[in-house]
């Protein structure tokens, strides 16, 4: 073959494999930008922390997409953003192109579920919550509270009213304790905003002890025009050193015994949240407070009042002597003239 033969020939392998080269990519831009075929309208996958993203694609073609796993793993891989590619709980829907399903991934647009935890829960409720909610992985299962304190890093302190309630969002495949831990860093945050308001004269004498008061605040009541006065009531029992006398206190005391009815000899029974037999607040929470229970705590109403019974309407009636609170209770409970 002549040099001039060979030129010829070498330009034309150069078209062709341009046009090869152009070809493969109109063939590809059209297959990343193509909806997937999908076995189903919505397909479910969780992807695990430590999952390589041969293992991802392998794992989306098991769930449903109708390609091979080796072209979805090389287009992951052309993409250079394979290693960007978010642990996760996804939902791909059908008409979603391979381009769509990696910005998904990549953007970490993880289908969320979420978890209630409810004002004055306890935190064996707030368990229990947790070990039910859809999708998130049980660490604590078989820890103690103590020890559930400690993986947060707090330890020695008790778990009882240390978790802010509210409704939290997560990635199907989360872990509880991750739950947990904002719940507790959310608790930390409204409870030291609210100790920056408190009432200069409060009787309170730490972020603690207003926890405490707060928790036994929310099981008081559920009325919000009540809570401050409530809080007026209890914050004059502390200055004046009477008991408290609250009977959600005791009742978190009897734990397990309590079958929902408080009897008088459960009244004269010494533990240490009886607050008719011990003066002062109780050792720890007795429940799960809200912000508004939170703020009602440091920021009695202003009141002179030191009984109150309740309405039997949810609402209760405030007095500033026993006198007016034996009128009160005989109107209202005993429902005498």
Do not use: C
């Not at 001039?4 to 078209?15: E, T």
């Not at 926890?211 to 004046?240: C, P, Q, W, Y």
């Amino acid at each position: 073959m002549s040099l001039k033969s060979f030129s010829r020939l070498g330009r034309f392998l150069v078209v062709i494999l341009l046009i090869a080269a152009v070809a493969l990519g109109a063939l590809s831009w059209w297959w990343v930008h193509k909806p997937l075929e999908l076995s189903s309208d919505v397909l479910e996958v969780s992807i695990e922390s430590g999952q390589t993203p041969r293992d991802v694609a392998r794992e989306w073609v098991q769930a449903g997409v109708q390609t091979s796993p080796w072209v979805l793993y090389q287009w992951f891989r052309w993409s250079g953003k394979s290693k960007l590619i978010r642990a996760g709980s996804y939902e791909l829907n059908r008409g979603s192109t391979p381009a769509d399903l990696l910005r998904m991934l990549v953007r970490g647009d993880a289908r969320l579920a979420t978890v209630k935890l409810i004002e004055g829960w306890t935190f064996k409720r707030f368990r229990q919550e947790l070990a039910q909610a859809d999708g998130l992985k049980s660490t604590i299962g078989d820890m103690s509270d103590d020890a559930v304190m400690l993986a947060l890093g707090a330890p020695g302190t008790s778990a009882e009213g240390h978790f802010f309630p509210d409704t939290y969002s997560y990635a199907k495949g989360s872990l509880d304790i991750d739950v947990l831990r904002r719940a507790w860093r959310a608790m930390n945050h409204h409870l030291e905003e609210a100790w920056a308001e408190r009432e200069p004269n409060t009787p309170l004498k730490s972020p603690e002890e207003a926890l405490i008061l707060a928790s036994i605040i929310e099981k008081e009541t559920g009325h919000e025009a009540d809570r401050a006065m409530i809080s007026g009531v209890f914050n004059n029992r502390l200055r004046l050193g009477m008991p408290l006398q609250t009977d959600p206190s005791v009742i978190y005391g009897l734990g397990d015994r309590f079958d929902g009815n408080l009897r008088k000899i459960d009244l004269q029974t010494d533990t240490p949240f009886n607050t008719y037999t011990r003066r002062g607040l109780p050792p720890t929470p007795i429940s799960m407070p809200g912000k508004a229970a939170l703020l009602a705590a440091v920021r009695p109403a202003p009141t002179q009042a030191i009984y109150f019974v309740a309405r039997g309407d949810g609402t209760s009636a405030f007095s500033n002597s026993l006198t007016e609170h034996n009128r009160a209770v005989n109107q209202y409970q005993r429902k005498r003239p």
